[in-house]
DNA sequence: TGGCCGTGACTTTTT
DNA sequence: GTCACGGCCA
């Protein structure tokens, strides 16, 4: 054993050693919330190159780029020297299924220019299937046929394998959609993700010769959490290790929250069935958290019947105990929560090692809005990322035209926007000219007149398409370098830029500028040019074909962009406090930990509570909120909860009953609005509950005395004489008044 | 064609 | 409460 390969295995726990070392046959890792997972895999994939695999045989799978990113850069460090690192493989399954599909585009029956759908596009793809099938939207709606769709694929099934196992008349219309979805996405050269994972699996699985090839190039292969695999990333990788059954998988059972996105719980549990000689390693110990919590959260998931027996254990010792809060309504909740913050600051604690945890994002605006009060700095982890705006979103659609003028979702996404006189009538005139001629969308915009279509619409029919045409010319003929100024051209032509600096103007307080977002863009492609010439030209990245033209450079970057959700936006340096969904948080930890909204209906969500399975997987997104906090945890719940502008009666989550006695519950009637501070965050008063003479404090007019209540339309109009500054009438609903006395 | 208004729906969301 | 979509009217 080389000197590096021994000093590799120096730092490492007994059984994180193990796993490291062990060779031979199929190895699944265990590995509770803290226990050193990214650890073992850096390190196995660092120990076999020391060992003298070559890395180019070395293929890590992950479910998000930070992930694979972290790893690559992790590993790097690790081999110091020892190896080429940039030649290990390490992505997403989709990226990877992607890569493989355009190498063997031809074998996968697949364009090998295909672009990649967006969320969005799929839904208006759905769409436009439904409508193609002859169905109304009314009883079948997109999002309910798509997640059909969506399992049809995870099982690899094709339209005609669905239509044939399709039961009753629902199933068999569904399948019928599939089929017209297909149709869609296939004439616009366009694959969805799961695609990326199907398609693979089937390729692999019905061409022995592409499958032999990988199979030989990928000799070492490794999955990072391997709960959340669904049965199609399962057939890539069973495909791929199952003869050299040198496959290393590392997860955590309860740590799998994506069920309801076709995560398949029996691809981690079942695993030594699918591997038969498959050795099993547990880490049980837990390096992050104080043992109080690390106790907690294993009594919690104990109760859960789908899971691998795994004993917990705290390496970090003592520490404070969880606290339990049931506060008297959301308000008051986000202020015990704005203490906890701000009491860990007193102790040391910067602001970016906290975050708070809630269940649906719905619930982070009251706590925004109690921390910009309180004046802590914070940022919201939000579900609707950079690349999913609207103007960021519109001006992607006009690069994707560029690249592919036949991208009819595209089209269909920005042909009129800004509205240039072509609206949906028109548009689906030509659609239906073009679909009858048999001609791409793009050629029959060309000729509107054809198409019968006012003259203002053919007007711009035209021109759009000339325009679409010349970005297209331009990017063939300029190089890679210049990509930015062509999206930048792109955007001032597509009359995108003109049409949001007037939003702009008109919308002055929509915080950022939708202006400043497509500009972003512009400077995101080049940056991402620069960067991809930069690995070229130290030769990393091999069997990624170079980038010449701009083309090249957009198609390249179109991809990016399609595989690169921003959940990777989430910067840990910024001095701020996170808010995030417990969804989000998986993966991540922090000193202090506020996890809010344990009620019946939350967390369980009403949704998961009815079905034994589903209420496990809530049980175990309550155990990943917790198992992030490394210090302290402070659990809440509201009695009452605004939900649809309804105020609502809780009942407190089933959760906090299964958790240890130890874990403190503070004093329930302590009322945070009534701190006697400013009285800013008091609850507002039930209606009626006013009355002329009573003793009221305003957060901006101070104290005053009601003199006058009157109704209002709906609600109802106060008159208060305030000491400080005289008469003033207030809506009661929206002044947030404090009794006093 | 496009803008405005009313209705309904509304977990989580690695790619 | 908020957002998105569909229908209706100018």
């Not at 109080?292 to 390496?315: C, F, G, W, Y």
């Not at 890679?480 to 001032?492: D, H």
Request: charged content about 30%; some cysteine; glycine content about 8%.
């Amino acid at each position: 054993m080389s000197s590096h390969a021994h000093s590799l295995l120096e730092r490492l726990t007994e059984p994180q050693r193990q796993a490291v070392e062990h060779r031979g046959t199929p190895l699944l890792v265990l590995a509770g919330p803290g226990s050193g997972k990214t650890r073992v895999i850096t390190h196995r994939i660092a120990y076999l190159v020391a060992c003298g695999e070559s890395p180019s045989s070395v293929l890590a799978l992950t479910f998000t780029n930070k992930a694979a990113g972290e790893m690559r850069r992790r590993v790097q460090e690790l081999m110091s020297g020892h190896g080429d690192a940039s030649r290990i493989v390490a992505g997403t399954f989709h990226a990877f299924g992607a890569r493989v599909l355009r190498r063997y585009a031809e074998q996968a029956d697949v364009p090998s220019d295909f672009t990649v759908l967006d969320t969005d596009d799929q839904a208006k793809a759905c769409k436009q299937a439904i409508s193609e099938a002859g169905e109304g939207s009314d009883r079948f709606t997109p999002n309910a046929v798509l997640s059909e769709i969506g399992g049809f694929k995870d099982q690899l099934l094709s339209p005609d394998a669905a239509a044939a196992q399709s039961r009753d008349w629902r199933a068999r219309t569904i399948a019928r959609i599939f089929a017209a979805y297909e149709k869609v996405l296939a004439r616009s050269k366009a694959l969805d993700f799961d695609d990326l994972l199907c398609r693979t699996a089937r390729l692999l699985r019905e061409h022995e010769e592409v499958r032999e090839l990988l199979r030989g190039r990928f000799r070492n292969m490794l999955v990072d959490e391997y709960q959340d695999t669904n049965h199609a990333q399962f057939c890539m990788v069973h495909e791929l290790a199952r003869e050299h059954r040198r496959l290393c998988v590392v997860g955590d059972p309860d740590q799998s929250i994506y069920g309801w996105r076709g995560a398949d719980l029996r691809n981690i549990l079942q695993f030594e069935q699918s591997f038969p000689d498959a050795t099993v390693i547990p880490l049980g110990e837990n390096f992050r958290s104080v043992r109080p919590i690390v106790d907690a959260a294993s009594t919690l998931i104990q109760r859960n019947r789908q899971r691998r027996h795994k004993e917990l254990r705290s390496m970090r010792g003592e520490g404070d105990a969880p606290i339990y809060v049931r506060c008297v309504d959301e308000r008051s909740e986000a202020l015990r929560v704005v203490r906890e913050l701000e009491a860990g600051r007193e102790r040391g604690v910067p602001w970016k090692g906290m975050a708070v945890l809630y269940r649906m994002n719905s619930m982070s605006r009251v706590l925004e809005e109690a921390l910009r009060r309180a004046d802590i700095p914070h940022q919201v982890v939000r579900g609707t990322a950079f690349y999913d705006r609207r103007e960021v979103r519109d001006l992607v659609a006009y690069l994707r035209l560029a690249a592919n003028p036949q991208d009819e979702l595209a089209l269909g996404r920005v042909a009129n926007v800004p509205a240039r006189g072509l609206g949906d009538t028109s548009l689906s005139r030509i659609e239906l000219h073009a679909a009858k001629r048999g001609m791409p969308l793009i050629e029959a915009l060309r000729m509107p007149e054809e198409a019968g279509v006012t003259a203002r619409a053919a007007n711009a029919a035209r021109k759009l398409a000339e325009l679409v045409l010349a970005w297209r010319r331009e990017a063939e003929g300029s190089p890679a370098e210049a990509l930015g100024e062509l999206v930048g051209r792109i955007a001032r032509e597509s009359g995108l830029e003109a049409h949001y600096l007037q939003e702009d103007r008109e919308n002055a307080d929509e915080g950022e500028s939708r202006v400043e977002n497509l500009a972003q863009v512009v400077s995101a492609s080049s940056e991402f040019v620069s960067e991809r010439l930069a690995q070229e030209a130290v030769g990393e990245e091999e069997g990624v074909p170079p980038l010449r033209t701009g083309l090249d450079a957009l198609r390249a970057y179109l991809e990016r962009i399609a595989l690169v959700a921003d959940s990777d936006a989430f910067d840990p340096e910024n001095g701020a406090v996170t808010l995030m969904t417990l969804h989000a948080a998986k993966g991540l930890e922090f000193p202090l930990v506020c996890m809010v909204g344990l009620e019946q209906g939350s967390l369980p969500h009403a949704r998961s509570m009815d079905t034994p399975g589903d209420l496990e997987e809530e049980r175990r997104l309550c155990f990943v909120g917790m198992t992030r906090a490394e210090d302290r945890l402070l659990l809440t719940s509201a009695a009452s909860r605004t939900m649809r502008g309804q105020p609502m009666a809780t009942i407190e989550s089933m959760f906090v009953r299964e958790l240890p006695d130890e874990v403190v519950r503070e004093d329930t009637t302590e009322d945070y609005g009534d701190d006697g501070s400013d009285g800013i965050d008091a609850p507002a008063p039930r209606p009626g509950g006013l009355r002329v003479g009573m003793r009221v404090r305003h957060p901006l007019f101070g104290v005053g005395t009601i003199e006058a209540v009157s109704p209002r339309g709906g609600s109802t109009a106060l008159r208060v004489a305030f000491a400080a500054v005289g008469r003033k009438t207030l809506i009661q609903e929206f002044a947030r008044l404090q009794v006093i006395g």
